[in-house]
T-cell receptor, first 115, second 111 residues
Framework: DTGVSQDPRHKITKRGQNVTFRCDPISEHNRLYWYRQTLGQGPEFLTYFQNEAQLEKSRLLSDRFSAERPKGSFSTLEIQRTEQGDSAMYLC?????????????FGQGTRLTVV | GEDVEQSLFLSVREGDSSVINCTYTDSSSTYLYWYKQEPGAGLQLLTYIFSNMDMKQDQRLTVLLNKKDKHLSLRIADTQTGDSAIYFCAEKDTGGFKTIFGAGTRLFVKA
């Protein structure tokens, strides 16, 4: 296992289209996080899962956004009816509870451009 | 609520030391982190410090924590051009689940 992987790396879509991103966490990690990063800003928390349960959602996550982690392994983030303001880097991270530090390991991100 | 603030830019000459500063608001944070992001890449954990420590050294990196003032700093000794990147200060939130990031400090290293 080489780390957190995200697919695709880049996505260009027309406004109004739906997009879906995938994240494969480090295999033994039970927590999975989605963050959004816009230019010049740090990552902003969107949501996180512990195993398959979605335990917290940010107010940034409008009802056009939905995330799933059906079997507690990979996760998908779907954005419906994309808007230009959704253009950002979407980062996935995973961590393991029970470890002292429980730091998050990040993937390379999916850069979304809405035109 | 939780908030992490950093200065936005730092420019140093190659071989000098760099010091990146950060303030945070959540006094109950157990761990504080420094992440590095190179252009077009994800975030890489550089180092961390536990809240009951004052200092941690890891090769060229020194982390200083002033818990009273809620101030965290990262010192990079003998800064190299390869250190040019964005450095994010981060804390675990009160619940210990999500990580809260600052806006990042862009480090420019001049040859």
């Amino acid at each position: 296992d080489t780390g957190v992987s995200q697919d695709p790396r880049h996505k260009i879509t027309k406004r109004g289209q739906n997009v879906t991103f995938r994240c494969d966490p480090i295999s033994e990690h039970n927590r999975l996080y989605w963050y959004r990063q816009t230019l010049g800003q740090g990552p902003e928390f969107l949501t996180y899962f512990q195993n398959e349960a979605q335990l917290e959602k940010s107010r940034l996550l409008s009802d056009r956004f939905s995330a799933e982690r059906p079997k507690g392994s990979f996760s998908t983030l779907e954005i419906q009816r994309t808007e230009q303001g959704d253009s950002a880097m979407y980062l996935c991270a995973s961590s393991l509870t029970g470890t002292l530090r429980a730091e998050a390991f990040f993937g390379q991100g999916t850069r979304l451009t809405v035109v | 609520g939780e908030d992490v603030e950093q200065s936005l830019f730092l420019s140093v000459r190659e071989g000098d030391s760099s010091v990146i500063n950060c303030t945070y608001t959540d006094s109950s944070s157990t761990y504080l982190y420094w992440y590095k992001q190179e252009p077009g890449a994800g975030l890489q954990l550089l180092t961390y410090i536990f809240s009951n420590m004052d200092m941690k050294q890891d090769q060229r990196l020194t982390v200083l924590l002033n818990k009273k003032d809620k101030h965290l700093s990262l010192r990079i000794a003998d800064t190299q051009t390869g250190d040019s990147a964005i450095y994010f200060c981060a804390e675990k939130d009160t619940g210990g689940f999500k990580t809260i990031f600052g806006a990042g400090t862009r480090l420019f290293v001049k040859a």
